[in-house]
C-alpha cells in the first residue's frame, strides 16, 4: 500500500501570499489530520478531516484552513502569510472510525514551508 | 489543560546501551499516551501507545513503554540502542486532541 504523500515537499513564499498544501491519504483512509511543527512551538495540532468534514480543531487562527474532497484527498490553506508560518506541516491519515486517539496515525513526510 | 514535559533535549547513548527517555504529563484523568519517532526528513511513526489495561505496553522496533500513574510519567526504554535509533522521539497526550511534548534528540554513538 501506498503511504501517505504530500505535495509539494518544499515551498518558498514571501509574506501576504496565501499557499495551498495537499496531502493524499492511504487507500481506504478517510480521517486526514494537519500538524504543524517549529523549532519554537513544536508539533501542534491544526485540524482533522473525516468524510469531508472537520471533526477536529486546534488553535490556529482563521488564516488557516483546510478541506477534504470526496476521496478523502485535503488540502490546507493558509492566507496572509506571516513570517511565522514557516514550518514543517505533517498531514496524517487513518481509518477515522474510530478517531484519531483509538487509531494509529500514519504520517507523511512533510511539506516544508519557508516565508520570506 | 493536557501538556506534555520531555525534560531531556538532547542525549547521547552508545551503540548496545539502554535507553530511557522520559515524559512526563499533566491531565486530570487517564488520557490516551503516545510514543512517536521522527527521522531526518522523515514524518512521524508511532511507536507505542496506551490507554488502559497493563502499563507495561510492547511497541514496535523493541521499544517499551512503562506507564506510571502515581508519578505521571510515561518513559519510553529499550535495552539495546542500534545506530539506526538515531532520531527524534516524540511522547504524546491525548484526550480529544493530541498534544505534543518538545522531543528529545537521540545520538547514537559507536
Known amino acids: 500500500k501506498a503511504g501517505v504523500t504530500q505535495t509539494p515537499r518544499y515551498l518558498i513564499k514571501t509574506r501576504g501570499q496565501q499557499v495551498t498544501l495537499s496531502c493524499s491519504p492511504i487507500?481506504?483512509?478517510?480521517?486526514v489530520s494537519w500538524y504543524q511543527q517549529t523549532p519554537g512551538q513544536g508539533l501542534q495540532f491544526l485540524f482533522e478531516?473525516?468524510?469531508?468534514?472537520?471533526?477536529n480543531k486546534g488553535n490556529f487562527p482563521g488564516r488557516f484552513s483546510g478541506r477534504q474532497f470526496s476521496n478523502s484527498r485535503s488540502e490546507m490553506n493558509v492566507s496572509t502569510l506571516e513570517l511565522g508560518d514557516s514550518a514543517l506541516y505533517l498531514c496524517?491519515?487513518?481509518?477515522?472510525?474510530?478517531?484519531?486517539?483509538?487509531?494509529?496515525?500514519?504520517f507523511g513526510p512533510g511539506t516544508r514551508l519557508l516565508v520570506l | 489543560a493536557q501538556s506534555v514535559t520531555q525534560p531531556d533535549i538532547h542525549i547521547t547513548v552508545s551503540e548496545g546501551a539502554s535507553l530511557e527517555l522520559r515524559c512526563n504529563y499533566s491531565y486530570g484523568a487517564t488520557p490516551y499516551l503516545f510514543w512517536y519517532v521522527q527521522s531526518p526528513g522523515q514524518g512521524l511513526q508511532l511507536l507505542l501507545k496506551?490507554?488502559?489495561?497493563?502499563?507495561l505496553v510492547q511497541g514496535i522496533k523493541g521499544f517499551e513503554a512503562e506507564f506510571k500513574r502515581s508519578q505521571s510519567s510515561f518513559n519510553l526504554r529499550k535495552p539495546s540502542v542500534h545506530w539506526s535509533d538515531a532520531a527524534e522521539y516524540f511522547c504524546?497526550?491525548?484526550?480529544?486532541?493530541?498534544?505534543f511534548g518538545t522531543g528529545t534528540k537521540l545520538q547514537v554513538i559507536p
Open positions: 496506551y490507554f488502559s489495561g497493563d502499563t
Open positions: 496524517a491519515s487513518s481509518s477515522g472510525l474510530a478517531g484519531i486517539l483509538q487509531e494509529t496515525q500514519y
Open positions: 504524546a497526550v491525548g484526550s480529544q486532541k493530541v498534544t
Open positions: 487507500s481506504g483512509h478517510r480521517s
Open positions: 478531516y473525516f468524510s469531508e468534514t472537520q471533526r
